[in-house]
């Protein structure tokens, strides 16, 4: 039984492979075994997977629709034996210790439940893609240091979530809070599980030590487009369901709304404003489709601690604006 499955979901992303694929052969932690799930690619992508696998023990997972990103995890995650599951997605260019500080950083404690990795930008490492993700008030999940000097984030921080594109879970823990929601399809689907552990008292972490180069957007094509757009607001709006108490849900109410209507204002302009409120209106519609985790006492307690936390999260998500 290997200690850590490198889990990576693959959508027609084929140019990333060889790259992707060479940087792990290179990692100094070897304990690991390599889960490729792929939603039904229309390129060459398995082939490719096949071939640059090399000396890298690969499982391959072949889905028969493009299920999503939520649903390709889900199974490399329920494929696996080891201990931790590191996800990865395939248009990166992992660091030669990336696996060995994120395993260092997650068995730093029990109640830890993921650790990200430092994620710079592919075409300039100078600058950070994302080191946490955050989730706030008005209902805006946001990257921490995004296009910020990577220089600024040089040590270990408690984050809310761990953003799933480069980061270790511990495996067990999905048994107990549950797999990522493959209603979400994609985006925030990490934002979400990272809100449910906080809840059930466990921690994410950032793991500053290790890195990985990032392209961005490698399936959906760009940082803002319709697809992104639309399915970011529906699945804002099922975090807040699915995840704030019942008082949360009033007293979060004028910040959410105000939340929407900058957003829709912000989009219009980027002429992408029909988008978001069509997937805002797709998550009012959607909400009986949506699960409610069991809202257990300890949830309830930790709901308050996570309230102080989105406050918190809404004053950094200011500052980043000056």
């Known amino acids: 039984m290997r200690k850590v499955s490198i889990v990576i979901p693959n959508y027609n ?12 052969k290179r990692q100094s932690f070897k304990d690991f075994d390599v889960i490729f799930a792929d939603n039904a690619s229309e390129d060459e992508s398995l ?33 696996s034996d080891a201990e931790y599951v590191i996800l990865l997605n395939n248009d990166t260019k992992a660091g030669a210790h990336f696996a060995r500080e994120l395993l260092a950083a997650i068995e730093g404690g029990d109640d830890i439940f993921s650790a990200q990795a430092h994620m710079l930008q592919y075409n300039d490492s100078r600058l950070t893609d994302s080191a946490g993700d955050y989730f706030s008030l008005p209902g805006w999940a946001f990257s921490r240091g ?44 990490d934002v979400d599980i990272g809100y449910r552990a906080r809840l059930n008292g466990y921690r994410n972490i950032f793991a500053h030590k290790a890195k990985v180069l990032h392209v961005g957007s490698g399936a959906s094509g760009s940082r803002h487009n319709s697809f992104k757009v639309s399915l970011a607001a529906r699945n804002s709006v099922f975090v807040m369901y699915k995840n704030f108490a019942p008082w949360q849900k009033a007293v979060n109410f004028i910040p959410v709304f105000i939340g929407i209507i900058i957003k829709a204002l912000y989009f219009t302009s980027k002429g992408l404003g029909k988008d978001y409120i069509k997937g805002i209106l797709s998550a009012i519609g959607g909400l009986s489709d949506i699960k409610k985790p069991e809202f257990s006492e300890i949830c309830a307690y930790n709901s308050r601690l996570v309230q102080k936390e989105l406050c918190s999260n809404t004053l950094k998500l200011l500052r980043s604006f000056i």
């Open 146 to 189: 995004k296009d910020k000097p990577a220089r600024l984030y040089r040590e270990d921080c408690e984050i809310f979530s761990s953003c799933a594109g480069a980061a270790i879970y511990r495996r067990d823990i999905f048994e107990k809070i549950g797999y990522f929601d493959e209603k979400f399809f994609a985006y925030l689907e």
């Open 13 to 24: 992303g084929a140019k990333f492979i060889p790259e992707c694929f060479e940087a792990l």
């Open 47 to 79: 082939k490719l997977a096949k071939e640059c696998a090399g000396e890298l023990s690969l499982r391959l997972i072949e889905l028969d629709i493009n299920y999503g990103f939520a649903k390709a995890v889900n199974e490399g995650i329920k494929a």
